[in-house]
């Protein structure tokens, strides 16, 4: 069993700054692509950034030169900074995994629980 747990999330001003992590733990797994993906409220989620175990990236139209994504993998551990803050990028933020483990054998999409992202105007 393979866990992303997100931190980090909190409430900033319009302009400002956060930086907000999310840890992969467990046994006996490696990690391919990571992605942050959010929801804010009465809409769907949608993906933000995506990074590969290379560090190959993509952006959402909508952060695309404001967030940063970027990953450790000696820590399991991927990171999106996001600067110059709106009050739109308001939503609960989610990581996803592709993890392959080990005991099983087989290649499963893991999720954290999500951290609050509140941007005040």
């Known amino acids: 069993q393979v866990q992303l747990v997100e931190s980090g999330g909190g409430l900033v001003q319009a302009g400002g700054s956060l930086r907000i992590s999310c840890a992969a733990s467990?046994?006996?797994?490696?990690?391919?692509?990571m992605a942050w993906y959010r929801q804010a409220p009465g809409k769907l989620r949608e993906l933000v950034a995506t990074?590969?175990?290379?560090?190959?990236?993509n952006y959402a139209d909508s952060v695309e030169g404001r967030f940063t994504i970027s990953r450790d993998n000696a820590k399991n551990t991927v990171y999106l900074q996001m600067n110059s803050l709106i009050p739109e990028d308001t939503a609960v933020y989610y990581c996803?995994?592709?993890?392959?483990?080990?005991?099983?054998?087989?290649?499963?999409?893991?999720w954290g629980q999500g951290t609050q992202v509140t941007v005040s105007s």
């Open positions: 996803n995994a592709d993890v392959y483990t080990y005991v099983s054998s087989r290649w499963m999409t893991s």
């Open positions: 467990g046994t006996l797994f490696s990690i391919a692509a």
């Open positions: 990074i590969t175990r290379g560090g190959s990236t």
